[in-house]
């Protein structure tokens, strides 16, 4: 049974010990119910990300955690980033919580030709709540760095040269390779999904253009939230 965890980066450092911010107080001591003295794991991102072994400690109702050993922590040797059509709510939050915990780095949300969203509607509430979903999901799943998505741009704004050089595209076509064939197994790694409306002619010679590899998932029409889930699933069990 894993142990309850909390982010040590949002915890403020005082005389040896983290004083609890209170969102995570609810969570540990009215969600969980930890008790004075019990073990939790605590996530810092500093040092290349470490896990440390707390102890849970009350004085007055202030809440802290003191540190009582390390943890081990094996860092992922694929870094993936995924570059997602934006999709109706329902879908993308299905690809935002498997992101979260399959451990995906990045997320690039792009408005497609075909896609359904846009952009302008009501982004910043939307990508609070996308961060909200990623935060929990992350923390769940035990990752120091929690999944990180970036503002929703259009397809002819993305920003090739920041991308990994290693590159596929799921690409529903008789010419894309099997996803299995594709040996992304440590580095870093950028997949593309298109939308429910699939990619325009125009986005997908403009994938190949910039180097993405078109892979195929299966002779099975996928939804575009189980192509980008099942295409992150097989990239990080293949490094496990
Ligand atoms: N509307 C298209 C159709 O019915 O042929 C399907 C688009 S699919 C729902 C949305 C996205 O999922 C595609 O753009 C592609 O990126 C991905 N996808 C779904 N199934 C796939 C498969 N078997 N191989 C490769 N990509 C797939």
């Known amino acids: 049974m894993s142990l309850p965890r909390v982010r040590l980066d949002r915890c403020t450092r005082e005389d040896g010990v983290w004083r609890l911010d209170a969102p995570q107080v609810r969570h540990l001591v009215k969600s969980l119910r930890c008790y ?3 073990a939790v794991e605590g996530l810092l991102e500093e040092n290349g990300g470490m896990k440390l ?18 943890l081990e922590r094996t860092p992922d040797k694929l870094e993936i980033t995924l570059l997602i059509a934006l999709l109706k709510a329902l879908q993308f939050d299905e690809v935002l919580r498997a992101s979260a915990e399959l451990g995906v ?13 846009k952009t302008g509607e009501r982004l910043p509430q939307k990508t609070l709540r ?3 979903i990623l935060d929990e999901g992350s ?4 990752s120091v760095f929690p999944t990180k998505i970036n503002p929703a ?15 596929i595209a799921a690409v529903i076509s008789p010419a894309s390779r099997p996803i299995s064939e594709i040996a992304a197994r440590e580095g870093q790694v ?7 409306g699939d990619w325009s002619e125009r986005e997908t010679s403009v994938l190949l253009s910039r180097n993405f590899v078109p892979v195929t998932l299966g002779k099975r029409i996928l939804r575009a939230s189980t192509a980008a889930m099942a295409g992150c699933a097989w990239l990080r069990l293949g490094t496990c």
């Open 139 to 142: 923390l769940v799943a035990g």
């Open 130 to 132: 996308w961060r909200k």
């Open 36 to 38: 004075d003295g019990a």
């Open 190 to 196: 950028v997949y593309a999904v298109g939308p429910e």
């Open 105 to 117: 780095g990045e997320i690039l949300p792009v408005e497609c030709e075909r896609s359904v969203p």
């Open 153 to 167: 741009v259009k397809f002819g704004e993305i920003p090739w040269d920041s991308l990994p050089e290693n590159r």
């Open 53 to 70: 072994l707390m102890r849970l400690e009350s004085k007055d109702g202030v809440y802290c955690l003191r540190e009582t050993g390390r």
